[in-house]
């Protein structure tokens, strides 16, 4: 079974850009999390979907963040305009259902660098 | 004060040495508990949850005092391969969000 898959590895942008990243979350799991760990500090939690509905975006940072599933399957998140403090690790994480029972599986990251 | 603390390391052992590490939680209403472990580079996967009860998996232990708001890890018989960083890691009321540590670094060194 294929893992949570994100995309782009890295990115590296000027202060002003816009970046999109996306995550592809294990199939048939209808969680879908975005977290950030910015350089010397613990990841942080952003949002929470649930299908394609926002269950819990009380960690996203501003409104230059922009997330979406549309379809409930992929995932974006959008940073516009990008400032030298979104550089960090930007993961994803899926689950099968809600509850301790069911693990969040991370994907294995953004790497963003905003320059 | 950070919702979840960890002692952030580097924990330096032989191999073989039994190491343990502690972390402390702000919010009494956590329900769920857990440990990660992080490699360099990679992505957080789960270790082990942590139950009221302690629980144990081959040469890993975790324990919980909800009435500390307290958990630890207890890693025995270490191996070159335990080398990583191991996170703490909070779920907070209802909400399924994690709340992570800064991890604590362990090196195992021949």
């Known amino acids: 079974e294929a893992g949570v898959t994100q995309f782009p590895s890295h990115s590296v942008i000027e202060k002003g850009q816009t970046v999109t990243l996306r995550c592809d979350p294990i199939?048939?799991?209808?969680?879908l999390y975005w977290y950030r760990r910015v350089m010397g500090k613990e990841i942080k939690f952003l949002l929470h979907?649930?299908?394609?509905?926002?269950?819990?975006e009380s960690g996203m940072p501003n409104n230059r963040f922009l997330a979406e599933r549309t379809g409930g399957t992929y995932s974006t998140l959008k940073v516009q305009p990008a400032e030298l403090e979104d550089s960090g690790v930007y993961f994803c994480?899926?689950?099968?259902?809600?509850?301790?029972?069911?693990?969040?599986?991370f994907g294995p990251g953004t790497r963003l660098t905003v320059t | 004060r950070k919702e979840v603390e960890q002692d952030p390391g580097p924990f330096n052992v032989p191999e073989g040495a039994t190491v343990a590490f502690n972390c402390t939680y702000s919010?009494?209403?956590?329900?769920?508990f857990f440990w990660y472990r992080q490699d360099c580079r990679k992505e957080p996967k789960l270790l082990m949850s942590?139950?009221?009860s302690g629980n144990e998996d081959g040469r890993f232990t975790a324990q919980l005092n909800r009435a500390s708001q307290y958990i630890s890890l207890l890693i025995r018989d270490s191996k070159l391969s335990d080398s990583a960083t191991y996170l703490c890691v909070v779920r907070p009321g209802s909400f399924q969000k994690l709340v992570f540590g800064t991890g604590t670094r362990l090196l195992v060194s021949p």
């Open positions: 994480a899926s689950s099968q259902d809600i509850g301790s029972a069911y693990e969040q599986y």
């Open positions: 979907f649930v299908k394609e509905s926002k269950q819990d």
């Open positions: 942590v139950y009221s």
């Open positions: 199939s048939g799991h209808d969680n």
């Open positions: 919010n009494s209403a956590s329900q769920s």
